[in-house]
C-alpha cells in the first residue's frame, strides 16, 4: 500500500541549529512530494514540493529538502532553525490515482 | 483574498445528530478534498473531487458523505455522526491533486 512515512514524532533543537526532518514514501512509482507546516491553531501552509527533476528542492522561510530515489525518502533541511519554526511539519505524497497520503508529522521545538 | 472557508470552526454535538461542515473556496480551484486530523496518525484523506458532481472515496470515507454540486463548495455530511468520529477536519483546494493544496482554519468536531 501506498505510503508516508515521518519516523520522528518529536524533535527538540537549540535556536541556530540546523535541522532535518525525516520522510520515506513507498510508492509503486515515484509520486509528488511535499512538505507542510502547521503552526498551533492553523490550517497548513506548503512549504515546498517535489516533481521532477533538481533533487534539492528550495522551499519558503529558508527550508529545503533533497529528493534521494535510492532511499526512498525525501528530508526537509533548515540550516539554522529560528524560534518561529516551531510547529508541526507534514510531509506528503500523491501518485498518479490522486490520491494524497500525508505522514503523521514531526513536532519541532525549538530551545532558547 | 484567496482563502478556503469552514463553518462551522467549532461543533459539539450527540451522536446520531445529522450535521453538515461547510466548505468554499474563491480561487476557482477545481479539486477539493476533505481531511481528519488525529493525534499520532497524521491527515488522513476522507474524499476529495476532481472537479463538479465528480467525487471519490479517501482513506477513510465510512460514516461520511460529500457532493460537489458547485465547483466553489464541498460539503462533508455526517447522516449519524458517532464519538469515533471527533476529530479535527480539513478541507483543501487546488488545481489538481498534484499541485499546491490551500487548507481551511480546521473545524473541531466533538461527537458525544
Known amino acids: 500500500a501506498q505510503s508516508v512515512t515521518q519516523p520522528d514524532i518529536h524533535i527538540t533543537v537549540s535556536e541556530g541549529a540546523s535541522l532535518e526532518l525525516r520522510c520515506n514514501y513507498s510508492y509503486g512509482a515515484t509520486p509528488y512530494l511535499f512538505w507542510y507546516v502547521q503552526s498551533p491553531g492553523q490550517g497548513l501552509q506548503l512549504l515546498l514540493k517535489?516533481?521532477?527533476?533538481?533533487?534539492l528542492v528550495q522551499g519558503i522561510k529558508g527550508f529545503e529538502a533533497e529528493f534521494k530515489r535510492s532511499q526512498s525518502s525525501f528530508n526537509l533541511r533548515k540550516p539554522s532553525v529560528h524560534w518561529s519554526d516551531a510547529a508541526e511539519y507534514f510531509c506528503?505524497?500523491?501518485?498518479?490515482?490522486?490520491?494524497?497520503?500525508f505522514g503523521a508529522g514531526t513536532r519541532l521545538t525549538v530551545k532558547p | 483574498e484567496a482563502q478556503v472557508t469552514q463553518n462551522p470552526r467549532y461543533l459539539i454535538t450527540v451522536t446520531g445528530k445529522k450535521l453538515t461542515v461547510t466548505c468554499s473556496q474563491n480561487m476557482n480551484h477545481e479539486y477539493m478534498s476533505w481531511y481528519r486530523q488525529d493525534p499520532g496518525l497524521g491527515l488522513r484523506q476522507i474524499y476529495y473531487s476532481m472537479n463538479v458532481e465528480v467525487t471519490d472515496k479517501g482513506d477513510v470515507p465510512e460514516g461520511y458523505k460529500v457532493s460537489r454540486k458547485e465547483k466553489r463548495n464541498f460539503p462533508l455530511i455526517l447522516e449519524s455522526p458517532s464519538p469515533n468520529q471527533t476529530s479535527l477536519y480539513f478541507c483543501?483546494?487546488?488545481?489538481?491533486?498534484?499541485?499546491?493544496?490551500?487548507f481551511g482554519p480546521g473545524t473541531r468536531l466533538t461527537v458525544l
Open positions: 517535489y516533481f521532477s527533476g533538481d533533487t
Open positions: 506528503a505524497g500523491v501518485s498518479v490515482l490522486n490520491d494524497m497520503r
Open positions: 483543501a483546494s487546488g488545481w489538481g491533486a498534484s499541485d499546491t493544496q490551500y
